[in-house]
């Protein structure tokens, strides 16, 4: 990942390019329960959206599903999942997952790890309804997202996380409670049939172990050493995360199109 400006860049650009390959809230964990929840078989045609540095890819991939589309905003991205993932079922597609283009009722299985989160609740509305179009009746759709808790936390709470998050992130992340995840799923006609949730630990040491291994949390870390400008950056995220993780959490939710 190329970072032009390391003072303005999205953090999880960042991240990435000190090594990370894991951007998810609920890391590795949380993505195989997503991965296993949707149970991929050998005649799905997935959708994933925002597939990234195409770490759930991989996963999802090996249950070699029937075709694999996955559908990302950012073209640097796109590019090298093309050439990472240079296999005859799988296309990746620039494009906003709003607005995708597919058929209707043509996928069996559709999912998008943090990318609602980076969204106004409008706009998370039109990406879960495009999921919801382009599924077949009965198809899942499956999010893994940051949550807030608990459900009827303070508003006051809730804009302080949301400002503190934006500034240190550069994204206008938005997170929501388990109920407002949920909602917004059911407003678009979808049934939840599973909610898994795991703490908000991406940057923590523990975590980070888990998610890259040993060899590759000491790469990363020597790798922000070097670099004080994403020093700074990386410390900042760390340290709104580490401040509010009472308050925040990560949560897989899988839906049916009913
Ligand atoms: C934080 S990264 C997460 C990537 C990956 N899902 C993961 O969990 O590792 C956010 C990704 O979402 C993509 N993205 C955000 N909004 C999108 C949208 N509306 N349509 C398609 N991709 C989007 C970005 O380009 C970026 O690749």
Redesign the pocket.
């Known amino acids: 990942m190329y970072i032009e400006d390391f003072e303005k860049a ?1 953090g ?1 650009w960042i991240l990435a390019r000190m090594g990370k390959k ?3 809230p609920g890391g590795k964990e949380l ?1 195989c329960k997503l991965v296993d929840l949707l149970n991929i078989g050998e005649k799905d045609d997935v959708v ?6 195409g ?2 890819a991989n996963m999802a991939l090996k249950n070699k599903p029937h075709s694999y589309i996955g ?4 073209k640097d ?1 796109i590019a090298n999942l093309r050439v990472k993932f240079n296999q005859k079922i799988c296309n990746f597609m620039l ?4 607005e995708t283009q597919l058929p209707e009722n043509s996928k069996d299985k559709v999912w ?4 609602l989160t ?2 106004a609740d409008h ?1 998370k509305s039109e ?1 879960i309804k495009e999921a919801h179009r382009i599924l077949k009746k009965g198809g899942l759709y499956a999010i ?1 997202e940051l949550g807030l808790t608990p459900n009827n936390i303070e508003e006051e709470t809730k804009a302080k996380i949301q400002k503190e998050l934006a500034l240190s992130i550069k994204v206008n992340a938005r997170p929501l409670t388990q109920t407002e995840w949920v909602t917004l799923l059911e407003n678009q006609g979808f049934k939840v049939v599973k909610v898994e949730l795991n703490g908000m630990c991406l940057l923590e040491t523990a975590r980070v172990i888990d998610d890259e291994g040993l060899i590759g949390a000491l790469k990363i870390g020597w790798n922000i050493i070097r670099n004080p400008k994403a020093k700074k950056r990386v410390l900042e995220m760390r340290n709104v995360f580490k401040k509010y993780k009472n308050h925040m959490n990560a949560i897989v939710i899988v839906a049916q199109k009913i």
């Open positions: 999205q999880h894991v951007l998810r993505t994933e959206f925002a597939p990234g540095l770490f759930t559908i990302d905003a950012d991205a494009a906003n997952a709003a998008g790890e943090a990318m980076m969204h706009r990406i893994h």
